[in-house]
């Protein structure tokens, strides 16, 4: 429990103790599992809080949304899971414990509710198998039923059954994502399971959608260059597009993930990434190409306007950035500060002007870190109250100050020069 908490950031442990306190209420027993485990075990940073329920998952999601005001985003009846992002921008999953069985490659499996014993047998890679009990009863029991924290340790990724790709080939994708994501080998076994798997050639019953949903993963990645370059090399980059084999734009993506270390690292602005991300993945292919890959994907509507019309709505922030009467620090930083995370993004991967580039950066390399170093003693300083209709007002001028002002160097005073040494006794005798 200290390493969890001392891995959390504050709004991640109030979401905890949120479904906590929902799931004690219901007198249901409630797990942390999957990735928030394996990248707290593994010593990575924890993106998404996922929470296995014994009993009614829906039933305490909603008693969470009650209680916070979190938002469900999405919900899968089947599998009785809900999607939450709560206030403070925090996403978790809340699942019911569940039994998946397979009649044949690919299809829908039929589900069942089980013990989380069952439900972590049942998953994917052993590094995801791992629980924590967050019950009143057994709060911080470690359950490693397929000895995941083992292979954590060696940083191998294992299947935890023999025919996983069999039951869901999605995990092939998943499996080279993660591969990248954490840099760990794929254990031997595994391998030939792989090549098993993909010599019945299982990759062509994934979903149309579920491609579409990888997608989406890997454009909110650390390196999704990196993971391309390795779906490409597995053969299973032509799933989304056979055009994409061979009009990879592998220097756009490298751009991509440039711009990516640049900008602030939290959820927002992940989700932020999928507009620009479309545009350097397709940025090669001809309309019909991309058209097709669209229809092979099933990508939302949503998420193709986001790419088609990001173009033409960032074009506003790039104008507001050349202007020439932009030669503050401060008004770089409001003009951005009040931009879309979407276009800021567009706009850093897609403008070839040098002052737009220079501000953009300026921004997150400089003026976020000024702000950010103003002490709590100095925001008090500020006149009007904070809750009140000024302060806002009042608040953007007191930044700009700071932003804007002029520190004066301090000009040391020349060393005085040594005094010169006494004139030696024989030389005075010769005079």
Known sequence: ???????????????????????????LNVFLTGGAMRDMLAGFRIRDLDFVVEGNALKVAKAICERT???????????KTVELVFSSGVTAQIAMSRHEKYGRTGSKPTISPATIQDDLRGR??????????????????????????????????RAVTTYGFYDDPSRLL??????????????????MQVANAREAEVEKRIPARVLGEELRRISSEDHPGEILKGLDEAGLLSLFSPALSAKLNTQGMAKFDRICAIVPDDMRWRGARLGTFLYALMEKLT???????????????????E??????????????????????????????????????LFTLYHSALRPVQERLRNHFEKYLQQVAEITPEEWATIEV??????YAKARDEFISKRLDRRIKK??????????????????????
């Not at 429990?1 to 891995?7: D, F, N």
Request: proline content about 9%; aromatic content about 2%; some cysteine.
């Open 174 to 191: 998943r499996l080279v994502r993660l591969r990248v994501r954490m840099g760990y080998t794929v254990e031997e076994r595994t391998q």
């Open 69 to 79: 005001g979190a938002k469900a985003v999405q919900t899968d009846e089947a599998r």
């Open 307 to 344: 790419w088609q019309k990001i173009e033409a709505r960032a074009k506003k922030l790039e104008s507001a950035l050349k202007a020439a009467k932009v030669r503050k620090a401060s008004q770089v930083y409001h003009i951005v500060s009040a931009a879309a995370p979407e276009d800021i």
């Open 1 to 27: 429990m200290y390493i969890l908490e001392s891995h959390l950031n504050p709004d991640q442990n109030r979401a905890v103790e949120d479904v906590q306190a929902a799931a004690g209420t219901a007198n």
């Open 124 to 157: 994917d890679f052993t590094c995801n198998a791992i629980a924590l009990s967050l019950g009143r009863a057994s709060r911080g029991l470690l359950l490693d039923p397929m000895n995941g924290l083992a292979d954590i340790e060696r940083k191998e990724l």
């Open 385 to 390: 109250k904070p809750g009140s209709p000024k």
């Open 410 to 431: 301090v000009v040391e005073p020349e060393p005085t020069p040594p005094p010169a040494p006494p004139e030696p006794i024989a030389m005075r005798r010769g005079r």
């Open 287 to 305: 309309p019909k190409e991309k058209q097709a890959l669209i229809k092979s994907t099933e990508l939302p509507r949503a998420d193709v306007n």
